[in-house]
C-alpha cells in the first residue's frame, strides 16, 4: 500500500506544477502523436474489447489496484477474478482519448477519458453510454515490460 501512497503523491504533484516539464507530453489529440503510455492504454482496450482476459492480466503487476466509484480491488487476482470478469461484457466499444501523458524513469502515466457502449446482462444495449475519466499509472522493473500499477475510473 506504501508503493500506491508514493504513486499518487507524485501523479497528483506533476499534475499541480506550474506546467509542464520536458518528460511530459500534452497536446490535442489530433496534433499528438501516439505516446508510449497511450499505446499502452490502446493495448489494453483492444484486449479489453476482445474479453481478452489473459492479455489484460499480463498486463497488470501483481500488486497493481482497481478504483472506481463502485469498487476497490487489489491484487492482479483480485482484479481478474473480478473487474476483469464482470466488467468487459457490460462495457463494450471502449474508447480512450489520452490528454496526459508523463514518463519519469521507471514510472508513467496516462490522464484522459473513456467512453464505452453499456450493454445489460441479456446482452442489450442500453441507452446510456459509459464516460469516465481514468488515471493509468504504469510501472516497470529491470528487465520487463510496463505494466499496470493503479487504474482509477471517475465517472461524469
Known amino acids: 500500500m506504501l508503493i500506491v ?8 504533484a506533476a499534475g499541480s506544477g506550474s506546467g509542464p516539464t520536458a518528460a511530459s507530453i500534452t497536446a490535442s489529440p489530433a496534433a499528438r502523436a501516439t505516446t508510449m503510455t497511450d499505446s499502452l492504454m490502446q493495448r489494453f482496450v483492444d484486449a479489453w474489447n476482445a474479453n ?5 492480466v499480463a498486463m497488470l503487476q501483481e500488486d497493481a489496484f482497481f478504483k472506481s ?9 483480485e482484479i481478474a477474478r473480478t473487474v476483469l470478469t464482470r ?3 457490460m462495457l463494450r466499444n471502449s474508447r480512450v482519448e489520452e490528454q496526459h501523458s508523463t514518463v ?9 477519458h473513456t467512453t464505452a457502449e453499456v450493454y445489460d446482462g441479456d446482452g442489450h444495449r442500453t441507452a ?5 475519466d481514468y488515471v493509468f499509472v504504469f510501472t516497470r522493473h529491470p528487465g520487463e515490460p510496463w505494466r499496470i500499477q493503479i487504474m482509477i475510473y471517475h465517472e461524469q
Open 104 to 112: 519519469h524513469g521507471d514510472i508513467a502515466w496516462s490522464i484522459g
Open 128 to 132: 446510456e453510454p459509459f464516460s469516465a
Open 52 to 56: 481478452d482476459r489473459a492479455a489484460m
Open 5 to 12: 501512497r508514493m504513486v499518487l503523491a507524485i501523479v497528483l
Open 87 to 89: 466488467n468487459p461484457p
Open 69 to 77: 466509484p463502485f469498487q476497490l480491488r487489489v491484487g492482479r487476482a
